[in-house]
């Protein structure tokens, strides 16, 4: 396993400011973020001059690229052909595993399986993977539900975030059970009551966590995905997390 850091991390500031931060940082790996919403690279932008995606996920100071974040808003066909184009930058990248959000609560199960089966068979013709991530208020918000979603598309797997399953309306929720479809991690400190708290004053067993991700031969990346909070010194937030990520690996 190794440590990385979300350009999420600092979504205020233009990616390759973002990326100076994480290797200031002496973060050696990171994720980037593609979201249409965000301050980083777009899915839209992608799809539209993907060289020049694929130049600037290449300009990270030697810090390698392990995974990307991907938030797609188009809808209908549009949405597909933007997210094969994430998937071509993937495989451009050398990259495997792209996490996307699962659906909103309320969304029929068999139609959300239906549009994760066409991400997988998009994904896997790049020769990439796709992961939904731990997500309150979503269909991953619940791990019996990811469980059978994983289940029934065939090839998909999970971002584990494990705070999403410790602040849960429904109360903390157990995840063993999902680690054998993990394959990328998201991590923050958290409470029953607050998703995020200053490193240390949460309740996420870390060691513990990567007790049990070594049990399922898991060899990829620890993603530290940290906001702002007021107050916080968020630049000794992000080393605090790093070091205590590094030590127990």
Do not use: W
Not at 13 to 21: F, Q, V
Not at 117 to 126: D, F, G, H, K, W
Not at 148 to 163: A, K, R
Request: hydrophobic share 40%; charged share 25%; with cysteine.
């Amino acid at each position: 396993m190794l440590v990385a850091a979300s350009t999420e991390c600092f979504r205020q500031l233009p990616l390759r400011e973002a990326i100076d931060r994480i290797v200031d940082l002496e973060y050696t790996a990171l994720e980037i973020g593609i979201h249409e919403g965000g301050n980083h690279l777009k899915p839209s932008e992608v799809l539209a001059d993907l060289e020049a995606a694929v130049e600037i996920s290449r300009d990270t100071h030697r810090a390698a690229v392990v995974s990307y974040s991907v938030e797609i808003e188009a809808t209908g066909e549009a949405h597909y052909a933007q997210f094969a184009a994430c998937c071509r930058l993937a495989k451009a990248t050398k990259i495997v595993t792209l996490t996307v959000p699962s659906a909103e609560l309320g969304t029929p199960f068999n139609q959300e399986v239906e549009h994760l089966q066409r991400l997988v068979l998009i994904a896997e013709s790049e020769g990439v993977r796709v992961a939904i991530k731990s997500q309150v208020g979503r269909l991953s918000g619940d791990p019996d539900t990811v469980r059978v979603l994983c289940d029934n598309v065939q090839g998909l797997g999970l971002t584990l975030d494990p705070s999403h399953y410790l602040c849960n309306p429904n109360g903390p929720c157990k995840f063993d059970k999902l680690l054998k479809y993990v394959y990328h991690v998201h991590l923050r400190d958290s409470t029953p009551q607050q998703l995020q708290v200053r490193i240390g004053q949460g309740d996420i067993e870390y060691g513990r966590l990567v007790n049990m991700l070594r049990h399922v031969h898991y060899d990829r990346a620890l993603s530290v995905h940290l906001a702002e909070l007021p107050g916080v010194d968020h630049i000794a937030e992000m080393r605090k997390m790093r070091l205590l990520l590094e030590s127990l690996l």
